[in-house]
């Protein structure tokens, strides 16, 4: 494969700057937790978007949490904030998807749902996504990703 001309780089390069500012569709909306030794970091990348029937979140990573430990993604319709544990249980937890940390304390998941022909979900619905992990050597025995705030385009 050929590296791109400088002149066409240049061109990429400067459209791309002037395309307008589109405000992200993942925000951080609460704190972490953290581990005993990291503070786990939550990472939303791709779009969340929804067709008729179908509504599909790309990679929803997590890194710097305990090595091999149980975790949970709880997958909230709306904001909780209740302080639980010494940390902020940030979603209402509607959906919980458990999932054991890689030795890197990193693990994430991706998934689409299908279910009818009319959209689920209307442009702007937000969702609320926080990773928790039980860490024994954290204080209460867990920890927490912040919380971050999905909105459907």
């Known amino acids: 494969m050929r590296a791109p001309s400088s002149g066409l780089w240049a061109f990429f390069l400067v459209a ?23 503070t786990p970091n939550f990472t939303a990348l791709g779009t969340l978007h929804e067709r008729p029937g179908f509504i ?5 990573v997590l890194t710097e949490g305990p090595p091999h430990a149980a975790a949970v993604l709880l997958i909230g319709a709306a904001e909780a904030a209740l302080p639980v544990f010494g940390g902020v249980l940030g979603p209402r937890p509607d959906l919980q998807l458990p999932l054991v940390l890689d030795e890197e304390g990193s693990g994430g998941l991706g998934f689409a749902l299908g279910f009818s022909p009319k959209p689920l979900f209307p442009v702007g619905t937000s969702f609320w996504f926080q990773w928790w992990m039980a860490d024994p ?10 919380t971050i705030r999905g909105t459907i385009r």
Do not use: E
């Open 56 to 60: 599909s979140w790309h990679p929803l």
């Open 16 to 38: 791309a700057s002037l395309a307008p500012p589109v405000a992200s569709q993942w925000v951080s909306s609460g704190p972490a937790k953290p581990c005993a030794t990291t």
């Open 137 to 146: 050597a954290a204080t209460s025995g867990v920890c927490a990703s912040q």
